[in-house]
């Protein structure tokens, strides 16, 4: 049977991680997510608030809520109360973000590390250094920190530390850094890089709501997580995912990633001469390539350099499926003139449907229901090729109706009548 200590534990776990999705809660709240006692939800809550982690807002009567019996006690999650840190130590890398306890990022630093220099001594002092420098930037220090998370390209088990590597690479990437960070913060856990981006997904990415799935990294080096029965699969040493067998594979060779290749790639360029006029790798230093660079300078599409193409947004598609044309942006008299062509276009695609199109349903959002209804009817007839009613045999307008001693509700104007008596 636990212990109290452990109980206790327990139910503050439980009230503190369902505070971590709520927004503000009552007890009443936490009762029927978490299962306890009011007795105990309230002491619970009381220890929370004593310790600095929830706030108690006004009650229910103070902001309007309030119906009938005692107002409700208001709670939620204090974001500001402390700081996590998490580090990425990749290869060529170290990068650190100081966040606050909802996971809003409040400041990040990356500092880049020379692999073919790199040291377990040296790798430890940069990872210092970069998180002293987040917490510059984040206006913190380190007493403000709860909890750190490191994460590294090589297999973790439990206690974060990383077995023996055949030439000393995974002893590289994890110096022991459960032990470089021990007196920073409570926490300190350090894990495979790949089994990190495999809780990420899980948590709000693309692999909410499965229990089965695997997390695959192609950055400086392969890596899997692996997420089997919801919950993350270690190994007895930390080894599942691993690819480092891919180093006996014949025809693959090593589990370089994709950042390596497209170094080397822009490298052998440069120096073929073979880059496209203007490109703006020709600029940048051989020696300080790297794959981030690289990358940046692609997405910015320069001209004639990698990835010409200019980052924008998709291109507008019709309810068919096809391109629509782009319209030309005009100024002064042209201006009116591409407005009267893009409501032109509005009218044939609502004539070609029998139901309100995406751009109708944009303009007719703002009227009243009858016009609505009176459109879309509109639209009907149309589709069907019926007349409209002004162009039907004896329709006429409500002036010519007037002039002609027609009535809307009967079929004469009583007025206009002649008497029967003549």
């Known amino acids: 049977m636990p212990s109290v200590p452990s109980l206790r534990r327990h139910s503050l776990d439980a009230v503190l991680a369902y505070a971590w999705d709520a927004e503000v809660f009552t007890a009443s709240d936490v009762m029927s997510a978490v299962a306890l006692t009011r ?78 220099r790199d040291s377990p001594e040296r790798r430890r002092r ?16 380190r007493d403000a920190l709860v909890a750190v998370c490191v994460g590294v390209p090589a297999p973790v088990d439990r206690a974060g530390r990383s077995p023996v590597h055949h030439d000393g690479f995974w002893q590289r990437m994890n110096p022991d850094f459960v032990d470089t960070f021990a007196s920073w913060a409570p926490v300190v856990r350090v894990e495979n890089d790949a089994s990190l981006a495999a809780v990420a997904e899980h948590a709000q990415g693309a692999a909410v709501g499965y229990d089965d799935f695997v997390a695959l990294l192609a950055g400086e080096r392969f890596g899997a997580g692996l997420w ?32 390596p290749r497209c170094v080397d790639a822009a490298r052998t360029a440069i120096a073929a001469g073979t880059l496209p006029a203007g490109s703006a790798l020709a600029d940048v230093p051989r020696d300080d390539l790297d794959a981030k660079r690289i990358l940046d300078l692609a997405a910015a599409g320069g001209p004639g350099g990698p990835g010409r193409r200019r980052r924008g947004r998709r291109p507008a598609r019709d309810r068919d499926g096809s391109p629509r044309q782009p319209v030309r942006r005009a100024k002064g008299r042209d201006l009116g003139r591409d407005r009267r062509r893009r409501g032109a276009d509005h009218r044939r695609r609502d004539r070609d449907s029998p139901r309100r199109s995406a751009p109708a349903a944009a303009r007719d959002r703002g009227l009243p229901a009858r016009r609505r209804h009176r459109l879309d009817r509109r639209r009907r007839r149309r589709h069907r090729g019926d007349p409209r009613p002004r162009d039907r045999p004896g329709a006429l307008r409500p002036a010519r109706r007037a002039r002609a001693g027609l009535s809307r509700r009967r079929g ?4 206009a009548r002649p008497n029967a008596g003549e």
Do not use: M, Q, W
Request: glycine share 12%; no cysteine.
């Open 228 to 259: 089997l029965d919801g919950r993350l699969l270690r190994g007895a040493h930390g080894g599942a995912g691993e690819t480092v067998a891919f180093d006996r594979v014949e025809g693959v060779g090593s589990a370089y990633g994709l950042a």
């Open 412 to 415: 004469r104007n009583p007025v």
């Open 126 to 141: 940069a990872a210092e250094k970069v998180v002293d420098a987040t917490l510059t930037r984040a206006h913190a220090s």
């Open 39 to 116: 007795s105990t939800t309230i002491d619970v809550l009381d220890e929370l608030v004593a310790r600095g982690l929830l706030v108690e807002l006004p009650n229910a009567r103070a902001v309007g809520e309030y119906s009938k019996g005692r107002p409700a006690r208001r709670f939620a999650l204090r974001a500001d109360a402390a700081l996590v840190v998490g580090v990425d130590a990749g290869r060529g890398h170290v990068t650190a973000t100081v966040a606050d306890l909802r996971g809003v990022p409040i400041a990040t630093s990356r500092l880049s590390i020379d692999p073919e």
